[in-house]
């Protein structure tokens, strides 16, 4: 275009604008190129996210049904834990009467025992006091009488 304003375009105004529309037509172009590009890898991305995702979804899922086998695995241990309790707590308080029977029936033979050992000094001192005594009677019976 010239620079008058009211004169008519030349041929080389003409062809500037050509070669300008060319250029932009050009970067449209290649503009285009690079939104098909962007548009491919966003679809890619998409994909590969949503891939994710449903492997997320199914990992959490697996994990899901390995903690309610846990969870269950632990009521069922919990519960033999408290029959095993109760068990022990039964085991335990029979021991106990049967070992506090067997003290008691072996405290009272020691305290049996003990008295007789007290006891027995004494009755086995009387009766040797009451043999003398006995043999010296027999003894005064059977010798000849002293005249």
Do not use: C, Q, Y
Not at 76 to 90: F, I
């Amino acid at each position: 275009m010239s620079d008058e304003p009211d004169k008519p375009a030349t041929k080389s105004d003409i062809s500037r604008v050509d070669a300008n529309i060319s250029r932009v037509d050009a970067n449209i172009s290649r503009m285009e190129t690079n939104i098909s590009r962007v548009e491919t890898n966003i679809s890619r991305l998409e994909t590969k996210l949503d891939d994710h995702i449903a492997s997320t979804r199914s990992d959490t899922a697996r994990l899901d049904a390995k903690i309610d086998k846990v969870a269950v695995e632990v009521v069922k241990t919990n519960g033999r834990l408290e029959s095993l309790e109760a068990t022990l707590r039964s085991d335990m308080r029979r021991l106990e009467r049967v070992v506090t029977e067997k003290l008691e029936s072996f405290a009272a033979r020691m305290e049996a025992l003990w008295r007789e050992s007290a006891i027995l000094p004494k009755v086995v001192d009387e009766h040797g006091k009451t043999l003398s005594n006995h043999e010296s009677r027999i003894g005064a019976l059977e010798s000849p009488a002293k005249s």
